[in-house]
């Protein structure tokens, strides 16, 4: 089935409440019966997602992420999420943006964007946002960007870009280092049988935002195509 299950905020519960090898060992049979539940939920949502967007993520199960942390350089040695997580890529290099999702009892939410830019799409965003930026802000300033995600999010510099005018009219969007967007969901929309949908409508309200970003890194000043 499609639809989360009471089940699966459950184990998700107790994990939180057992984060250590032997119950994880002894509750394994449990794991696997609820990571397919979330592999059966990110399938239909790549569906959802394919009749409006190409996108490269293969299957559901391709797109989560591993349950166990990387405790290397952590300072907290639980071996376990206590959430799942995905995310889906788009197809080819004229499509930029990546799709995340995060199922977590009392914080699921869903996100997009550019978390970390390379130095040279950072700095062809920024020349295409100093040369005109009425594009973006009417995107950002949208009702329906504004009733989904709210604001733009992301780390900023304190100080100017190198090479940009800090008396820019634009500076507050100069600033920017990652474009990020995201919106939270309740518990009994999670539950809820249509819940990839929401998910679905709230990934194809990013598209505006992702269609002009992708813009901006794939083409010059002149829109002739760089990629």
Known sequence: MSTISKANFNFLKQLKKNNDRDWFNTHKDEYLIQHQNTIDFADALLLEMNKHDNIETPTGKKSLFRIYRDVRFSKDKSPYKTHWAGGFKRSTKQLRGGYYFHIEQGNTMVGGGFWSPNKDDLQRIREDIASDDTGLRKILTSKSFKDTFGTLDGEQLKTCPKGFNKEHPAIDLLRYKQFIISKKFTDKEVLSPDF???????????????????????????GESIV
Do not use: A, G, Q
């Not at 598209?207 to 010059?220: A, L, Q």
């Open 196 to 222: 990839h949908k929401k998910i679905n409508d709230t990934f194809k309200k990013m598209r505006p935002f992702f269609d002009y970003m992708s813009e901006s890194v794939t083409t010059d000043l002149n």
